[in-house]
């Protein structure tokens, strides 16, 4: 693939392309971004890298963060995890709190709130200082030592988080949790108010677009096995109730992030990171969203 | 890829693996079938072809058939197709009539009972003869002749509808049905008993391995982009409940029916179609999911 | 109670009350109906009669009759019945189908209308000639020979009935529907389109303001303690979502239909009907409601 | 009514009642009670008393203390109440979680845990030391200065309410709570934890039978209207999932709590309260439940 010529495409769709859609705005911190950035990066497989715009400016990467707790949660209590979360869409929003009731605080899976807050218990029971080892693995997989928490962010998250209570005093009810509530919850707002930027973003994320082993670092950060699965589950999974949306324009895995991120793999290819903070009405980038449809049109790079 | 190893391995792989589940029992004519069978057909985007077992014995397809609907109805309507049926994958299968009366008559997907009835809707709508242009349809993709519906499995599903009757009803009182409903139905219930072998099954779905034009015929069926979208959609709703499980553990697009048949698309590649009656709880062959497992894990041949 | 004054102090205050809400729109032949009636009638266990307004004037009582229903079922059939349907509130409008998918095809209580459904089954069953035999039964216990159906209201109610056929095809399904669909369906409609006046309304309830035995004609048209639980049922299911306010406000068991009437019964002492065919945004008749509250609390007539 | 005879007959009738059910182990306070307990006890309007076995034997009240609270606060707040807090019945327990998100955060009656959570919000907003001017409350109504909270039951109720917590969130999160959480559930704790005997019980719901002045100590404790809409609110959403079948077969407004008591109220007549800790499916108990059923049928009692 020509991604120079990729990226001068990009560019002038952008030209054209409009913005709509609204900052997110249920946090104070989220709201003072301005609403014009955009930013895109791509990291390749054989180590080359492309951006454009504001592609090294750090920005909340929210949920995004996520995958990468799966990540560090599925490498140390393997196959154990799936007892206590499923790997299942988990369709309407409005069904958050009625499949975890039905369900019986088994969270339909690791991407939504309720199944990364089952995530951040099991770190929580296997790390000593899950912030700061959490933090040290990402570092570590990118080879990048100025990745690190937002501390506004966290306490933003942590002062409104009544619904993220909520869901895992749930989950505890049924047996769900295993650590102090106050415990999981500090670590997973930490989880939430890690910034990167797109560069970063693309980069960080490049092992599931190489097997599982990092391109740049060598290490191993999952097994093939679980690279495929974490890639299936992203597929899924990641784009709240439009997964099936994202899948059926852009036709890649990937993850958005109320902070306007997303990031998208190609197996074997990239990996690409794009920033935009408008988001649409299901909670994803709207500008973020338009251009990875584009890119995948233009290149034909879907995985179906 | 060695497919004639392959064979020869899942051939070993067979001798070993235990059968559960039960066959599907909710109509008497699919009680009947014997349990012990297997089949399992590759065919090649380069018209290559491998079969083990009972590869050349008819089933009935079931809901393997509302992918061939999908493609019909996506090819004649294009895109105003999604105003009346989403991309979303269901969630739990308790969900499907609450989805339905919270999302007002849209159904989730194309692939759930809900969405064949819109699918069937629009092909009533634009058809002269939807029953024989359907199976013209099928005929003349495959180059097969002998493609066909088995009425005493037509007879059956009729005499046992009332799920879908409720279903059907429920649309039309959102306005979401435009023809009457003894005729839509009737088209339905058509659609469920159209049986083939693994043979016919993996030829006629060898168009979605490559980018919407059939390799044996040459027929255009859908344009690569559709091609793209319909790999899509079996990927994130083409096995109810369990779609996620799938794309975990196997990690390729796919659709099951409850006649125990399995058909699964690697782009590029090949389609695959599998046949063993008994199901797993959530209605999906148990043998097939099992030995289609095996063979990505063997051939790393998954899309993640 | 000096009935004579209460009919005048209600005419004082139907001066000063204003009128709200729309009239039912989702057959035609409702949507005709002058909104501006407005009739009400008591009648006691003392065989006195009250008047007020268009009381002489027929109406399409709609679900109203299905504590007819309720009656003769309870009667014939006994305590079997409560196998098939139970005797809790509903809760919101939303779950009439979730609930049912919910609760296996056993619906909440027999004044909602899968409810009913269940009990046009058991007359359906048991009785030779349901439509004849179930109008003779009101002219019975009345006495009074004019009470019918009305065709027009029939025919509108069948043309329309999409949601009903959905619930009754979805009880179907898990059992409970022991007759063919239509003949349920078509004795279903019939109940919906019994015509009557506040006067005649108001009498042919009024065994259930004496214990079962109509004051009038003597009959015993259920025992004392049948008598007892469907004035329960009538308090706790006889106000669809609103229920409670009804209990709140009014304090006497009652029903409601889409045609804007209302009757509600003091134990004891009186049976009320009132019409007006304004709908409040649960489908309550807006002043009905009204009109009973003032009534209530003029009289201090509640059963709390 | 002669009560004696009553009282003999119920005594009579207990000999050959079978008990059934289970005590309510989701504390182990409440798991160490003797199942064998049984008391009874009526006050009347005028101020006759009758009991029978144990009671004079305080035991855990739990949620029939919702009334109380909300009688203080409908006295307090007055209408305003209504707008956070709904009078309906509420469905299905399954539901709970489900309505409360479905209607935004707004409970669908004061005598569900999330609903009586409001009432504590309210409480806490306009009391200076709620935990002791609510049983100073009650201690002014009945005249006796017994009436106390248990700090053993206090205690295990927090340690375990988890389901409470993730109530109060879900509502913090719609704005539905003003006040602390921590503030909040530690208020509805104590209320949980108050401790009567049948006699008191009985002796300070009394205020119900009688238009809402006491009848022993004249205190107006609420207007007759508020009474009344207590009364209504009680008999729609007494007795949880079973509030119908309460209705149904005893005929009078009533609450239950877990301990095993049931209170109910006969207006104008008297008010009783029994005890007995074994509990049937639906969390009421069940020799409770039989014998008040036992009690209207023999004095046909019934409101109805």
């Given at each position: 693939m020509n991604y120079k010529k990729l990226i001068s495409a990009i560019s002038d769709e952008l030209k054209v392309l409009e913005d709509k859609g609204k900052v997110a705005s249920y946090i104070p911190e989220l709201k003072k971004i301005d609403p014009g950035k955009f930013g895109l990066h791509i990291a390749t497989v054989d180590n080359k890298s492309y951006g454009l715009g504001d592609y090294n400016e750090k920005f909340s990467i929210q949920s995004i963060s996520k995958v990468l707790a799966l990540t560090l949660a599925f490498k140390i209590d393997d196959n154990k995890l799936w007892d206590r979360v499923d790997v299942e869409p988990s369709g309407t929003p409005f069904n958050s709190m009625i499949q975890l009731e039905y369900e019986k605080g088994i969270p339909r899976n690791p991407l939504i709130n309720a199944g990364a807050l089952v995530l951040c218990d099991v770190l929580v029971s296997h790390l000593k200082n899950p912030r700061e080892e959490f933090i040290e693995f990402l570092r570590n997989i990118s080879g990048d030592p100025n990745i690190d928490y937002c501390y506004k962010i966290f306490e933003s998250e942590k002062q409104t988080g009544f619904r993220n209570a909520a869901l895992i005093n749930l989950m505890k009810s049924f047996g769900n949790i295993k650590n102090k509530i106050e415990t999981v919850l500090d670590f997973y707002y930490h989880l939430c108010s890690i910034e990167m930027s797109c560069k970063e973003l693309s980069q960080v994320f490049l092992y599931l677009a190489a097997k599982?082993?990092?391109?740049?670092?060598?290490?191993?950060?999952?097994?093939?096995?679980?690279?495929?699965?974490?890639?299936?589950?992203?597929?899924?999974?990641?784009?709240?109730?439009?997964?099936?949306?994202?899948?059926?324009?852009?036709?890649?895995?990937?993850?958005?992030?109320?902070?306007?991120?997303?990031?998208?793999?190609?197996?074997?290819?990239?990996?690409?990171?794009?920033?935009?903070?408008?988001?649409?009405?299901?909670?994803?980038?709207?500008?973020?969203?338009?251009?990875?449809?584009?890119?995948?049109?233009k290149t034909e790079s879907s995985i179906f």
């Open positions: 599982g082993v990092h391109p740049a670092t060598k290490i191993e950060v999952v097994s093939p096995s679980k690279s495929k699965r974490i890639n299936a589950i992203m597929q899924l999974c990641g784009f709240y109730d439009e997964a099936g949306e994202f899948a059926f324009t852009v036709g890649l895995p990937g993850k958005s992030g109320v902070g306007g991120g997303i990031v998208a793999i190609h197996p074997g290819e990239f990996s690409i990171a794009v920033w935009s903070p408008r988001l649409n009405k299901k909670g994803n980038s709207y500008k973020g969203m338009r251009i990875l449809e584009f890119l995948t049109s």
